[in-house]
T-cell receptor
Framework: EAQVTQNPRYLITVTGKKLTVTCSQNMNHEYMSWYRQDPGLGLRQIYYSMNVEVTDKGDVPEGYKVSRKEKRNFPLILESPSPNQTSLYFC????????????FGPGTRLTVT | QKEVEQNSGPLSVPEGAIASLNCTYSDRGSQSFFWYRQYSGKSPELIMFIYSNGDKEDGRFTAQLNKASQYVSLLIRDSQPSDSATYLCAASSGSARQLTFGSGTQLTVLP
């Protein structure tokens, strides 16, 4: 089954404790992206990657890191989480840069206390 | 700052009616437009995309694009209670590197 998976689905952590949210797709998509969704603010892009070893900042990259060492994986790293990073996070992928029919993962609900 | 604006709603329509959802965008370089449906607690699901001016129909859904007015709309005919969800409009720039989303319109179809 073609899909985007994320882990964990739910995470409660404390300020400053490094964490990684994994994202994996099995569709051989070139383009992958991370979003956060907050009430009233909609989906905002954090980082995106057009291919292996190619990543770039989205609209709200502060406090986040990403890497793309393999085509299928695009982990999101929070080196020192803060309460304002409490949010619902979605990973998404699409076939390539020019086609934005993005497929979303199930989401990760992160709470930072 | 590229912006995509939507009425947040909520929009309520009776079952069987036409629901009309609207979206405007600020970046004239935007070339591709998308409508996603998001049920509460779930991830967004692509339902329509449109690249050219005019109408595009897919089943009960029709997307309309007017680049001169920087306006995109989604019509849902014969609305069903199962259509109750938040609808997200999104636009991508000419370079197609980023996708910008509106904040969504909450639609409720009343039985």
């Amino acid at each position: 089954e073609a899909q985007v998976t994320q882990n964990p689905r739910y995470l409660i952590t404390v300020t400053g404790k490094k964490l990684t949210v994994t994202c994996s797709q099995n569709m051989n998509h070139e383009y992958m992206s991370w979003y956060r969704q907050d009430p009233g603010l909609g989906l905002r892009q954090i980082y995106y990657s057009m291919n292996v070893e190619v990543t770039d900042k989205g609209d709200v990259p502060e406090g986040y890191k990403v890497s793309r060492k393999e085509k299928r994986n695009f982990p999101l790293i929070l080196e020192s989480p803060s309460p304002n990073q409490t949010s619902l996070y979605f990973c998404a992928s699409s076939l390539r840069q020019g086609r934005f029919e993005q497929y979303f993962g199930p989401g990760t609900r992160l709470t930072v206390t | 700052q590229k912006e995509v604006e939507q009425n947040s709603g909520p929009l309520s329509v009776p079952e069987g009616a036409i629901a009309s959802l609207n979206c405007t965008y600020s970046d004239r370089g935007s070339q591709s437009f998308f409508w996603y449906r998001q049920y509460s607690g779930k991830s967004p699901e692509l339902i329509m995309f449109i690249y050219s001016n005019g109408d595009k129909e897919d089943g009960r859904f029709t997307a309309q694009l007017n680049k001169a007015s920087q306006y995109v709309s989604l019509l849902i005919r014969d609305s069903q209670p199962s259509d109750s969800a938040t609808y997200l409009c999104a636009a991508s720039s000419g370079s197609a590197r980023q996708l910008t989303f509106g904040s969504g319109t909450q639609l409720t179809v009343l039985p």
